[in-house]
């Protein structure tokens, strides 16, 4: 990382109340530098650049942080974590949170797992498969404190694949761009149909690059009906509102 970028991270990092301590810091300059060889060789994120990477990927990534709901030895799952975002920016600057990365594509979670260990991540325990699937495996169902996701689906598609996961008193914590009162009214409607009620949707914007931002908290406060999550592609094809 040079000199600018690391004034940078740690500004962006700042603003979220977050100070990062030389040995994160340097976790970060690892993880940027596996990232940027990484995207040389297969499709893993369009975004390119020092400056693209630190904001829009590990800042972006540590806004989940707003509002303190994610804490202490929580099992966290990152749905639709892609080349790990937000799971390893957490898991850094959180050592103490269970981190479970979930992705649809092999290659993605095995950049993750490979990532994790050269960072010397423990806390970080990567999963192949579709949340369709793994939503009603007794293994994973009802079995997290909070499921994280960034950029994955429309609300109403998260919280039918997210809310399985969680155990009653659990939040979904969705970090997403603008949200229209359209998206917002259907995702309280899918929530309470897969037992869930909106706490929070708190927009702000991204430090230093200023994008809008909303930080929606969806708490389990009923246990998920069995017929939910539908099978495979069809929380996307029909969503339920
Ligand atoms: N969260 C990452 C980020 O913010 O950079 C990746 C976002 S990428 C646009 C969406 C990711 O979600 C893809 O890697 C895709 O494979 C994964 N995904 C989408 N639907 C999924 C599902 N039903 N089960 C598991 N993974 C899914």
Not at 25 to 34: D, M, R, S, Y
Not at 221 to 234: D, K
Request: hydrophobic content about 45%; charged content about 25%; proline content about 7%.
């Amino acid at each position: 990382m040079t000199p600018e970028g690391r004034a940078l991270l740690l500004e962006g990092a700042a603003e979220l109340g977050l100070k990062l301590a030389p040995e994160q810091v340097e976790q970060f300059g690892h993880l940027l530098a596996l990232l940027t060889q990484a995207s040389a060789q297969m499709n893993l994120t369009a975004l390119r650049g020092e400056r693209d990477i630190l904001l829009k990927h590990f800042v972006d990534s540590l806004t989940c942080l707003r509002g303190g709901w994610l804490d202490g030895g929580q099992r966290v799952l990152d749905l639709g974590t892609g080349a790990g975002f937000p799971a390893l920016p957490l898991a850094i600057v959180q050592p103490r949170l269970q981190i479970v990365p979930l992705d649809a594509t092999r290659k993605k979670v095995e950049f993750v797992e490979r990532t994790a260990q050269a960072l010397g991540l423990e806390n970080v325990h990567p999963l192949t498969g579709r949340a369709e699937s793994l939503g009603r495996d007794p293994q994973q169902r009802e079995r997290y404190d909070r499921v994280v996701t960034r950029a994955v689906a429309a609300l109403p598609v998260l919280a039918e694949l997210a809310l399985p996961f969680l155990r009653v008193g659990g939040l979904l914590v969705a970090q997403k761009g603008p949200l229209t009162p359209e998206e917002l009214e259907a995702g309280t409607r899918a929530a309470a149909e897969v037992g869930g009620q909106v706490r929070v949707a708190e927009p702000f914007t991204l430090p230093l690059a200023g994008d809008a931002r909303t930080l929606v908290v969806i708490e389990k406060t009923a246990s998920t009906p069995e017929r939910y999550p539908r099978r495979e592609g069809v929380p996307n094809r029909k969503p339920l509102f």
